[in-house]
């Protein structure tokens, strides 16, 4: 069986699935390494949504292997998913209950006692500038906040693979940049890897690589300056422009 031991953060090989005549994932092969930044750059209706979910396990793909340092989602989803945090794109947090209680309940769910939990909690709220905030209800934070607090949940069980879809949806300009700086700093921290899915082509300049997937498939896997080098473009959105007008039907 596979081991942690030496395997990359994230595998997927040829994973492939359909809802009906259309192929929301398309033969997706790539893989990250512990602690590499990886935008996956897609429009509306790419296929990163439904990516996400089989890599969360929420869906089983048509066929394919996904694995999660070395643990095969199918054959061994426990340990696979015990090594994945994620942020939806959909807000999840509890606004009635406390930061804390949201935090609280989370760590319950991963089988972290309160013991345990409490001073991860504490950390990770000082951490990402909450520790004021710990005691107030979710519903009175900021949206850029409430991100954070989803940020600490994903992470309190002390994950190696962070999946952040379109985390950014509906932040200002400032919080953006702000969430954008404090993954990029804490997978360096914490050498996690980190999938972060976007179709801003602005939150691509400082990652390690960018995956572009358009119709379910990967147009392009390199680093942001040999993507834009490549498509013989000036910036990233003329890249991702030329490259996906280029496999328009
Ligand atoms: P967005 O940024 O708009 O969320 P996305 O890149 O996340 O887009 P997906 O939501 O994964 O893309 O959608 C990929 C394709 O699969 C689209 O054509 C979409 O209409 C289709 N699709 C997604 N979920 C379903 C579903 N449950 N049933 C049928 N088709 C679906």
Redesign the pocket.
């Known amino acids: 069986m596979a081991t942690d031991g030496g395997a990359p953060a994230l595998l997927l090989d040829s994973v492939v699935k359909t809802?009906?005549a259309?192929r929301?994932?398309d033969g997706v092969s790539f893989t990250a390494a512990p602690g590499e930044f990886i935008a996956l750059l897609?429009?509306?209706?790419?296929?990163?949504?439904?990516?996400?979910?089989l890599l969360s396990g929420l869906f089983v793909p048509d066929s394919g292997q996904i694995e999660i340092m070395g643990h095969d989602m199918l054959r061994d989803p426990v340990p696979a998913l015990a090594k994945l945090g994620i942020v939806f794109?959909q807000p999840t947090l509890d606004l009635e209950l406390t930061v804390t209680g949201n935090l609280l309940f989370h760590a319950g769910l991963h089988g972290i006692s309160r013991a345990v939990a409490k001073p991860r909690i504490e950390a990770e709220l000082k951490r990402l500038g909450l520790a004021e905030r710990a005691q107030d209800k979710a519903a009175q934070l900021s949206g850029g906040n409430r991100r954070r607090v989803e940020l600490a949940r994903a992470l309190l069980h002390a994950p190696r693979v962070l999946l952040m879809?379109?985390a950014t949806v509906g932040l200002d300009p400032a919080s953006r940049g702000d969430l954008l700086k404090l993954i990029l700093t804490m997978r360096a921290e914490r050498s996690v890897a980190v999938l972060w899915?976007t179709?801003l082509c602005d939150e691509v300049a400082d990652a390690d690589r960018v995956i572009v997937?358009h119709?379910?498939k990967v147009l392009a896997d390199t680093t942001p300056a040999r993507f834009v080098k490549d498509a013989g473009a000036a910036t990233v959105e003329q890249a991702f422009l030329a490259i996906t007008a280029a496999t328009a039907a």
């Open positions: 809802y009906g259309i929301a994932v897609g429009p509306n209706g790419a296929g990163k949504t439904t990516l996400f979910q794109q879809d379109e899915a179709h997937l119709r379910g």
